[in-house]
């Protein structure tokens, strides 16, 4: 069965701060994908960034980069100079492609609250 | 606004009572999700539609719960006889049909349920 793990309940940072987000998954698939998703008070999902179980080149995208180590099943997110806007839930999420379907199994989420 | 909404946003009910719960997915996206969340968790896959056909349910998905999409393009999701334990927020979310370099569902906000 699928899972993911978010360790962090809670981060609190300074603006400008980089800070990391941890994500630790299981999954028996061999083909699977990990996503990061944003969780604003507002309430909507926001899809952050992707990857596949392919490609463990790190990437950045702005102030966006992640760290995927499929030898620790770890799938870390990085915010750079983080700002106010920042604040939010992030939740981590494996998809993997067993029945071919699309669904998603999400961690429970790390509270990141960044203060001026 | 061409994202994914959703009707209500809030609903209050006492337990015993139907409630009714209405997503538009991106019209071009042929394939449609719901999930809940309940407080402090991360959203929990309930069922999907390829167009009109329900392709897939979560164990989640009691006999009271059940969801439709008629014409392949909005959807429903009724609850029966609702419980305190119903309340959650529910979550729509719509995609393309997944290849396998995608898997990038957009969520709407979602529709928050407190059974009394």
């Known amino acids: 069965a699928q899972k993911v793990t978010q360790a962090q309940t809670e981060i609190s940072v300074v603006e400008k701060e980089d800070v990391t987000l941890d994500c630790v998954y299981e999954?028996?698939?061999?083909?699977?994908?990990l996503f990061w998703y944003k969780q604003p008070p507002s309430g909507e999902l926001v899809f952050l960034i992707r990857?596949?179980?392919?490609?463990?080149q790190n990437e950045i995208s702005g102030r966006y980069s992640w760290n995927f180590q499929k030898s620790t099943s770890s799938f870390n997110f990085t915010i750079t100079a983080s700002q106010v806007v920042d604040s939010a839930v992030y939740f981590c999420?494996?998809?993997?492609?067993?029945?071919?379907?699309?669904?998603?199994?999400f961690g429970t989420g790390t509270q990141l609250k960044v203060e001026l | 606004d061409t994202g994914v909404s959703q009707d209500p946003r809030h609903k209050i009910t006492k337990r015993g009572q139907n409630v009714t719960f209405r997503c538009d997915p991106i019209s071009e996206h042929n394939r449609l999700y719901w999930y809940r969340q309940t407080l402090g968790q991360g959203p929990e896959f309930l069922t999907y539609f390829q167009n009109e056909a329900q392709l897939e349910k979560s164990r989640l998905l009691s006999d009271r719960f059940s969801a439709e999409r008629p014409k392949g393009s909005f959807s429903t999701l009724e609850i029966q006889r609702t419980e305190q334990g119903d309340s959650a927020m529910y979550l729509c979310a719509s995609s393309l049909t997944a290849g396998v370099s995608t898997g990038e569902l957009f969520f709407g906000e979602g529709s928050r349920l407190t059974v009394l």
């Open positions: 999420a494996l998809r993997d492609l067993t029945g071919g379907g699309n669904k998603l199994t």
């Open positions: 999954t028996r698939d061999t083909t699977y994908y």
């Open positions: 990857r596949n179980s392919f490609d463990e």
